[in-house]
């Protein structure tokens, strides 16, 4: 659990607007990667619809004396400024708040650097915001792994006898994680549609998204050491919004023995903020109760999860758009700090800029279902959109957007949004 002594106190309002419903606040201070005006990409943080230009700031030396280096805020990545650790990420968002605070006259009153270091966000394009070494998915709704199970095992066979004792997860494909907003083409591969028949290759007809959420980490330990549940939030940066698209036929001919290939790595869409543990921390919640105790290196002391709201739409190729799922973050049965103590107990070196995304966040209710695979239930119920198609899975054409926030006591903290456009196969 987060240390609470040093989390910074950030300021109520900012001199810059953020309409209200914004995800973006000030007590906010998410980190992205942005370029403006055929510009080069470079780190920047946003209040409201604003995006604020970081390494402008550092040139006007007003992110001095943090322990970062100029090179640093020049990158198209943030992974250098994570290398610094989160004890100086944290000083740098708490002298960004600072900066941006309403009664703060040194940015506010500088009518030329507000000229150079403040955009509209309709005037940016927003990157990939870290370079992802690795990626890992897990699997850790067990509403989603339930209903994953009953439609190929039956109820009473639904869950595998490891999963309510550790996190499942697997490896998969960093190369072919994209920034949001970027279309994908439909994969082709393998299928076997009729058992009693040879498989045959095309374009995936049952292609899918996965409601996910993923955490960035800072550099862990060296190979052979483990990250405890204890210091495990000490070693992720923050949080962003994720899809894990996935061809169901492809992925279900080709899984057995060993689990996703050709029907995952084609594509998955990652947020372009990344929002901060410190940030969420007023949201922060208990997760479920679990029906065994985990074996002494998964315990943990404290609330684990945060109530982090979450929201699938499909918009269709005429423009309109249909919220199909409603879901939440708590929901979780495996917390980010069970995930990663449990993914380096055997030593695996974890590196900066790693992705561990929770795999499909799935709610109690069939109305909170992270999956086309759920929702339709494996095809069998049709979702009715608002124009009155209907949807079995992801049509060419048909854009999934997933939306974030977290609400309490007036304060609103955000993601904004993933979206990511289905183009015909190749």
């Known amino acids: 659990m987060s240390d609470l002594k040093n989390i910074p106190v950030m300021p109520k309002s900012s001199w810059i607007d953020a309409p209200a419903g914004s995800d973006f606040p000030v ?16 780190p920047c943080t946003r209040v409201g619809d604003t995006v604020v230009d970081l390494r402008v700031l550092a040139e006007a030396g007003l992110l001095n004396g943090l322990a970062i280096e100029a090179e640093d805020f020049q990158a198209d990545t943030l992974n250098p400024l994570m290398r610094h650790g989160k004890a100086v990420m944290r000083k740098l968002r708490q002298r960004l708040g600072e900066l941006l605070a309403a009664e703060n006259a040194t940015f506010r009153d500088n009518a030329e650097l507000r000229k150079k270091a403040l955009f509209p966000l309709e005037k940016c394009t927003l990157h990939l915001p870290v370079e992802v070494g690795d990626y890992t998915d897990f699997y850790s709704s067990r509403e989603h792994a339930f ?26 494909r960093a190369s072919s994680i994209v920034v949001s907003g970027t279309p994908l083409h439909r994969p082709k591969g393998q299928m076997r549609p009729k058992p009693e028949e040879p498989p045959v290759f095309g374009a995936s007809k049952q292609l899918d998204f996965e409601l996910e959420t993923g955490f ?25 919004l994720f899809n894990d698209w996935s061809a169901r036929d492809i992925q ?40 065994f105790e985990p074996l002494p290196y998964l315990r943990g ?33 495996w917390s980010m700090a069970q995930q990663l103590a449990h993914h380096t107990v055997n030593g695996c070196n974890i590196r900066c800029g790693d992705l561990l995304a929770s795999g499909t966040i799935s709610a109690p209710d069939a109305g909170g279902y992270g999956s086309m695979l759920e929702l339709s239930w494996r095809g069998t119920k049709p979702l009715k959109m608002n124009d009155g198609s209907e949807r079995k899975f992801i049509h060419d054409g048909d854009t ?15 993601f904004g949004e993933v979206r990511g456009e289905i183009l015909p196969a190749l």
């Not at 999934?400 to 926030?405: E, L, Q, W």
């Open 301 to 333: 002391n404290g609330k684990q999860a945060f109530d982090i709201a979450l929201v699938t739409a499909i918009t269709t190729p005429e423009g309109n758009e249909t919220v199909i799922s409603r879901s939440n973050f708590k929901h979780l049965y």
């Open 27 to 42: 007590q906010n201070i998410p980190f992205g990667i942005f370029s403006a005006e055929g510009g080069s990409a470079h």
């Open 216 to 240: 960035i980490t800072f550099q862990g330990k060296p190979l052979g050491q483990q990250i405890t549940m204890e210091e495990a939030e000490d070693y992720i940066f923050g949080m962003v």
């Open 147 to 172: 209903n994953v199970g009953t439609m190929f095992r039956g109820p009473e066979n639904a869950l595998m006898p490891n999963w309510l004792h550790l996190p499942v997860g697997y490896h998969g």
């Open 400 to 414: 999934v957007i997933m939306r974030g926030h977290c609400e309490k006591d007036g304060l609103r903290i955000g």
């Open 252 to 291: 279900s001919w080709e899984y057995v023995p060993l689990g996703p290939f050709l029907g995952k790595n084609f594509g998955s869409s990652l947020g372009a903020w990344v929002v901060t543990l410190d940030a969420l921390e007023p949201f922060r919640t208990a997760q479920p109760k679990p029906e």
